[in-house]
């Protein structure tokens, strides 16, 4: 459905440049419900807006449902669909009326375009909205209106960019529904970007991290975990000399990693927390340091991310802003 072949995108910005996208690769197979996930800035609706053609490549390739994003854009607006981060719906006409006026768009005649507007309304469970304007409705309401603008054609191929931000948990668990939907009972290949490392984790059949314009990882959020985390123990002990004495010993476990210590915590990485944590306290025991708790934990994409840039996903996000990166 999707093969980007060094997809690059190099924005001039006053005097410099911003490359938002270097050399992108990716194959997204029929079907496939793909999490594009990294901090903000990291080239995610750039990529998004090249495989959509909406904005054309500095240089690489791109084929998207079977057509060329630059040499043949219309074919690929044709079949695929688009939910941008902006609201696409106007103020004026009506929620099925929209629905309506955008099927014609797309060449359908009036009496099939409202057919389809009805199956949308349906798909999307907007019905008792029907006869509302986009303005009077919810976040959470608007946001599945986007999503049936977005498939009013029949796109094989749903791009989504970051559908659930901004909206409440209950509304993001409702959009999740309508999203596995659609895979589920029409087959539509899915590709959208999030922020939300748990939505990520959880509904997504495979992860992809881009950051700084680069993907970094790629695979189901198990394959990540596992091969590039490995699982925390978390030990405290009574006072902070221990604690110094806990992580010096932690040091020496085999396969630890990124032990740290606050005050009288300290936490390490490891491949299998089963299997190490017992060693871990053994130990700890022989050296004399009296362990008060003991924890483990499996790891999250944040440690994947963390593990692979050594920076943590969601503090890239909260210092990173908007501001451009390397040229
Ligand atoms: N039109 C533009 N002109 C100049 N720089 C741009 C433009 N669009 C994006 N950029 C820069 O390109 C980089 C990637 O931006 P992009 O919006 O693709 O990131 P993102 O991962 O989608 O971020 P966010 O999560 O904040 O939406 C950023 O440094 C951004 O400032």
Redesign the pocket.
Known sequence: MIHARGLT?R???GKGV?D??RGLDIDVAEGQLVAFL????????????MLTSLLPPTSGTATVAGRDVVSDPAGVRARIGYVG?KSSAGENFRVRDELVTQARCYGLRRAEARRRADEVLALLDLEALATRKPGTLSGGQRRRLDIALGLIHRPGLLFL??PSTGLDPQSRANIWEHILRLRAEHGTTLFL?T?YLEEADTMAERVVI?DH?RIIADGTAEQLKGELAGDRVTVTVHDEPEAARAAEVAARIAGSDAVTVERRTVRLRVPHAGRTLPEYLRSLDASGVKVATAETARPTLDDVFLALTGRSLRES?ES?G????GA
């Open positions: 995108r924005f001039k910005v911003v938002a996208v990294g901090p903000n800035g990291a080239g995610k609706s750039t990529s998004l807006r981060q960019d970051e970007t922020h881009i314009g996000d990173h908007t501001a451009p990166h």
